[in-house]
């Protein structure tokens, strides 16, 4: 799928935003979602008539250190254990469609 | 011979079983004939495993008979589909997850199983908990037990409904934004959202990794105490649970509150509130007043900004999280697909609802190169100022008193058309989520057309000990909700 880059800040191109999301949407789906897109960012927009220099962004409620821990191995799942939700496995491996010729 | 176990709380149940008078078996037994009778119209449930609940059951009455002490042992709790619980489905309310088996459980879940709870059944969402009705289920929709053609609140919607209805006795949910207070004041039942890093998250499916928590909903806030307490304190599975001591919360179950002081933010009376959950909140606030409190007026200033800010940092920590459902490790995988790429594109097409479609799309907008600063940078920034404001506030108080929704439970499909208009709902509750402070959900009254009305109260930062001693103050005063059992 070729979908070129917008720059428009005011409106939404959902095709890019898919296709940037892996998600393949029909038509009628880019429509809906087009509107009702461009209704919410109109209205979450609000947040740009506050003066934000020289306020510090939060990306965590409680600002936690670098959390460490001892490096030493522990048991995790086992390979079947890990490997039994898979939708296509094969021997101890993820199945998956040919990458490469 | 029916016993009507089924309404009691965590705490009665627990006493009948230590006293005699019943098994966990016949309570389990008890709650599997209402269930069955019951949620043909609730649909609270998502999946009972009658088995594997009485197999807890009997090696919980087992380990009574021998002496075994687990604050939980036997008591039955439903949990939410977005919890791993070793060895049984967990969809999270997606066909993207359908046929998923969770190979381990949640540490919220284990904490509680080492100390003898049962495992009684998933209860119903919002898909991926992205929804404040329960209707985005790919399942089924779940009706509110006070009036079948209303919504439960969501995204915990199965849950609330559950307790609510006689059909569980406690159940966990999870709250991103209100998602376990919405639904407990929807359906008239207790709700805490724990601070956050209160509860380890291990185990809990992903939405919005800065914001979600675990949390009980309960038919009274000794109940939540006590699942808090079993829950609560630092996970080495989970680097964000934090170290901060556990208080005994029993202590705070105490009836007056003398010298404590109660902040009303003057900007969470807005417009298009409904009369009926105004009064019944006023009427709270007397309450408390009466009972000791000291009533003080705060400003929390940038409200208004709360709902732009929370659906731009959700939905971009959303899209990232979900990124991992792609047909490769777990979950649905698309027929069809030439390459990875494509199978990745139509795994997720149709694997994933409606609504978690829109808020992938929006966080990936708001995260992609270009509009990265405009929107999730600057929602970050008015997250600093929406947390300044609590901590302006708890300076001069020990909780916030607020409605916990402008209205009571939405009729079914009154919203659906309309995203904004749902996620506007959704302002009194998603601050607390950005700030990462505690709030608790309890009925305070039912409106005129008979549907309940939540009471919000807002702690700061790991101080649970100061809403659970409200709450119980206020609801020793209240007296004994009605349960629609």
Redesign the interface.
């Known amino acids: ?1 070729s979908a070129s ?1 917008p ?1 428009d ?1 005011d409106k ?1 191109d ?1 095709t890019y ?2 296709h ?7 038509p009628d ?1 880019i429509e809906t ?1 087009q509107k ?2 461009d ?3 109109g ?6 008539e ?1 003066d ?1 220099r020289n ?8 600002l ?1 250190q670098n ?1 460490l ?1 001892d490096d030493v191995v522990k048991p995790g ?1 086992d390979r079947e ?2 490997l ?5 496995q094969s021997g101890d491996q ?1 199945m ?4 490469v010729e | 011979m029916p016993l009507n176990l089924n309404n009691m709380t965590v705490r009665e149940a627990l006493a009948m079983m230590q006293s005699r008078q019943c098994t966990s078996e016949e309570l389990v037994c008890d709650l599997l004939d209402v269930i069955k009778e019951r949620d043909k119209e609730i649909c609270a449930y998502l999946g009972v495993d009658g088995e594997y609940a009485l197999a807890q059951a009997r090696a919980a009455d087992l380990s009574r008979s021998k002496g075994g002490e687990g604050r939980l042992l036997g008591v039955p709790i439903a949990i939410k589909d977005v919890l791993n619980v070793k060895d049984q489905p967990c969809t999270c309310a997606s066909k993207i997850l359908q046929g998923y088996v969770s190979p381990y459980d949640a540490t919220a879940v284990a904490r509680l199983r080492a100390e003898g709870a049962v495992f009684l059944g998933r209860t119903n969402m919002d898909e991926f908990a992205m929804g404040s009705t329960t209707e985005n289920s790919a399942y089924k929709v779940t009706h509110n037990p006070w009036n079948h053609d209303h919504v439960p609140g969501g995204s915990s919607g199965g849950s609330a409904a559950a307790v609510a209805a006689g059909e569980a006795i406690a159940a966990l949910g999870s709250d991103t934004g209100g998602s376990i207070r919405q639904p407990a004041a929807f359906c008239g039942c207790v709700g805490l959202k724990p601070s956050y890093g209160r509860v380890s998250r291990w185990g809990l499916t992903a939405y919005a990794s800065s914001l979600d928590q675990i949390g009980p909903l309960t038919k009274d806030v000794a109940d939540a105490a006590l699942l808090l307490q079993i829950m609560a304190g630092r996970d080495e599975l989970d680097s964000s649970s934090v170290d901060e001591p556990v208080p005994d919360y029993d202590a705070y179950l105490k009836k007056d509150l003398k010298g404590f002081r109660i902040g009303l933010p003057r900007e969470y009376s807005t417009k298009g509130m409904d009369a009926d959950v105004e009064k019944a909140v006023r009427n709270a606030v007397e309450q408390c007043r009466g009972l000791g409190a000291e009533i003080v007026d705060i400003s929390l200033p940038h409200t208004e900004y709360a709902i732009s800010t929370y659906y731009i940092i959700a939905t971009a920590e959303a899209s990232a999280n979900l990124a991992r459902f792609d047909g490769v490790r777990y979950g649905l995988r698309a027929d069809g697909a030439e390459d990875p790429i494509d199978m990745y594109g139509k795994s997720r097409a149709q694997g994933f609802g409606p609504e978690v479609k829109r808020r992938i799309i929006l966080g990936t907008y708001v995260l992609s190169s270009g509009f990265y600063d405009a929107y999730y940078l600057s929602a970050q920034k008015v997250r600093t100022l929406i947390r300044g404001d609590f901590e302006k506030a708890f300076k001069t108080c020990d909780a916030l008193i607020t409605p916990v929704s402008p209205t009571p439970a939405y009729r079914l499909g009154e919203k659906t058309g309309d995203p904004l208009q749902m996620y506007l709902g959704d302002i009194f509750t998603v601050t607390a989520n950005l700030a990462g402070i505690c709030g608790l959900s309890i009925p305070c009254g039912l409106t005129k057309t008979n549907l309940p009305i939540g009471l919000q109260i807002l702690g700061p930062a790991f101080k649970e000990e100061n809403i659970i001693r409200a709450g119980y103050a206020f609801e020793s005063e209240r007296g004994r909700f009605p349960m629609k059992g």
Do not use: D
Not at chain 1, 20 to 26: E, H, I, P, T
Not at chain 1, 55 to 62: D, G, L, Q, V
Not at chain 1, 84 to 88: D, Q, R, T, V
């Open positions: 799928m880059k720059t800040i939404i959902v935003v898919a940037l999301a892996r998600l393949n949407l029909a789906e979602y009702q897109l209704e919410i960012l209205y979450v927009r609000k947040i740009s506050l934000l306020i510090e962004p939060t990306s965590h409620a409680k936690l959390v821990r799942l254990t890990a039994k939700n898979a939708p296509l993820f998956v469609p040919k990458i």
